[in-house]
């Protein structure tokens, strides 16, 4: 790592320098048309919004699916033909009773039959003004009489009802209308029908089951696709059967009431599709409108310059955009902080390599001009000392630089805090002298230590915590180390009967670069990043770390005391 004139380290400075770079150049790039589409969302009106279509096309379609079901009315449209089959069956009932009892004459051969001129004379006084057609076939099959034939001094004149008018140029409804009738699923397939020059009762299947004493009823369509509703009847007297009576009439009532269905449920699917697109678009509205916010105001904060732009706050709406602008506000004040120990870093690295750097120069400087040979030994060892704590601080600015990828990368697995503080003070008594700390282990039996971590990690900062003790203690002082569950948690105490902490200084020792040496230790024995680094590895595993001072019964500090909590398994 270099350093600048300025005292900034100059493999950081090309990175911050760059993305500020980036940051200045892009509204000139913006102006000039150059910009990056990967980079830069593109800006769409509310119709062009996939989202804004998406709800409009799946909202429409839900309407539409069941209305296009609705305008098939079969059900309905079969219970009407229903209904006019059943009033034409009991108004031919009444008209065979009348015919019995009054157009029926004996024959020489004892038999009796229908009178023609009597039974068409009935026809006329009965079905006046009614839209029914009759026909009565004799026996035989013959037709003897048909309502919508009449006798005159002419001879038979034949009776056909007009066409409906036609209708003139259809409205934009009455065309949208008919467009909808197109898509109606499910058309009737009714038999065509047709008359002969001759009719016989062989030409009609409803009189032929008449003849045989049953009154069926038959739904049939000319040409023009209209209904033609009919039924037939025997004519009986003394339940013998003389004759049919056939009565048809067109379903132009039944084509009515459907289409009137139809068209109630058209006028209530258009004022549904008009709310439905309303709706389609307030919904939309309040979904991409404000996450096309949040777009813009990240772009800004990405290229902007400082930081007056800041993302829209959202979170009272209480749903899923409002947690995504809670949450890109959240990572937008953790770059920004990040931003801030990046720089806050670089600063107290440079100052830090500043200082042995300036006296390694000096000192370099005055050994070329020193003769006195112990002047010169001196100076080298100076020159030594500042090598050393160099490359100390460089190795832990390097650890501290690499720790958070580390941690994010590495996999957790189960670590036993209590075998591993033991190895520790194992290691320590080996190779204490006479005059070194003695420690006090207490832990208790058959009691599971076990966190979720990296053994390498961990490890490392219960070696700094114990050193720090050693460092700390007196001669012959006790190291008091600790560890036990309490409920979820694992917490580790380690104790030294050192001079204890500044006070207003049990936060700032964990801050970087921050050392309070012992009476009579070494300049630059320690690089001030132990219990940062410490601090930072146990946050990453969930936990807790903090600084206290042990007291006597009259208040005095009698030592310092490290507690570290860490969520068990």
């Excluded at 104790?495 to 309070?516: H, M, Q, T, W």
């Amino acid at each position: 790592m270099t350093v600048g004139s300025e005292g900034k380290p100059g493999a950081l400075g090309p990175l911050l320098g760059g993305a500020r770079r980036e940051a200045a150049q892009r509204p000139r790039r913006l102006a000039e048309g150059r910009t990056d589409e990967a980079a830069v969302p593109r800006r769409r009106r509310r119709w062009r919004s996939p989202l804004t279509r998406r709800i409009l096309t799946i909202n429409v379609l839900v309407l539409l699916i069941p209305v296009l079901g609705l305008l098939h009315l079969d059900q309905y449209r079969q219970s009407l033909i229903a209904a006019e089959l059943d009033a034409l069956r009991i108004q031919g009932r009444a008209f065979s009773l009348s015919l019995g009892s009054t157009a029926v004459v004996a024959t020489q051969v004892g038999d009796e039959e229908l009178l023609p001129e009597v039974t068409r004379n009935l026809m006329r006084v009965l079905l006046v003004d009614t839209g029914v057609r009759a026909r009565i076939f004799a026996r035989s099959g013959e037709l003897l009489a048909d309502s919508f034939v009449l006798g005159g001094p002419g001879g038979q004149v034949q009776v056909q009802a007009l066409p409906p008018a036609e209708k003139g140029g259809l409205s934009l409804l009455g065309q949208l209308y008919e467009m909808a009738l197109k898509w109606v699923p499910g058309k009737d397939d009714f038999p065509l029908y047709q008359e002969a020059r001759v009719q016989k009762a062989a030409h009609y299947a409803e009189v032929a089951g008449a003849l045989a004493g049953d009154s069926p009823g038959m739904v049939r369509a000319d040409r023009q696709g209209r209904l033609v509703l009919s039924i037939a009847v025997p004519v009986q007297r003394y339940r013998q059967v003389l004759g049919a009576l056939m009565l048809s009439k067109d379903g132009a009532d039944v084509d009515a009431a459907v289409d009137d269905r139809r068209r109630d449920i058209l006028i209530v699917c258009g004022v549904a599709f008009a709310v439905t697109v309303l709706l389609s678009f307030y919904l939309a509205g309040t979904i991409a409108r404000p996450i096309r916010r949040l777009a813009q105001a990240a772009d800004l904060v990405r290229y902007g310059k400082g930081r007056q732009f800041e993302i829209p706050d959202f979170r009272r709406r209480g749903d899923e955009i409002g947690d995504l602008s809670s949450a890109l506000r959240s990572m937008t004040e953790a770059l920004w902080n990040r931003m801030d120990a990046i720089e806050a870093f670089a600063a107290d690295v440079a100052h830090e390599i500043k200082n042995p750097l300036t006296s390694l120069r000096s000192a370099v400087e005055t050994v070329a001009r020193v003769e006195d040979p112990e002047q010169q030994r001196r100076l080298v060892s100076i020159i030594l000392d500042d090598v050393h704590r160099l490359d100390r601080l460089i190795s832990d600015i390097s650890d501290a630089s690499r720790l958070d990828a580390e941690l994010s990368r590495a996999e957790t697995e189960p670590v036993d805090v209590g075998e591993m503080l033991r190895a520790i003070v194992s290691l320590h008594e080996a190779v204490e002298s006479q005059e070194a700390p003695r420690f006090a282990l207490e832990l208790l039996e058959h009691q599971d230590l076990q966190v979720p971590g990296l053994e390498g990690r961990l490890g490392q900062v219960f070696r700094n915590l114990i050193a720090n003790a050693v460092t700390f203690s007196p001669p012959r002082g006790r190291i008091r180390l600790s560890a036990q569950r309490q409920g979820g948690d694992i917490k580790v105490s380690i104790c030294d009967d050192g001079p204890g902490i500044p006070d207003g200084k049990l936060e700032a020792v964990f801050e970087r670069f921050y050392s309070e040496r012992p009476a009579g230790e070494k300049f630059g024995t320690h690089s001030g990043l132990g219990l940062s680094i410490s601090k930072q590895i146990i946050e990453a595993h969930g936990g807790t770390i903090r600084a206290e001072n042990r007291r006597d019964p009259d208040g005095g500090v009698i030592g310092a005391c490290f507690v570290v909590t860490l969520p068990g398994e």
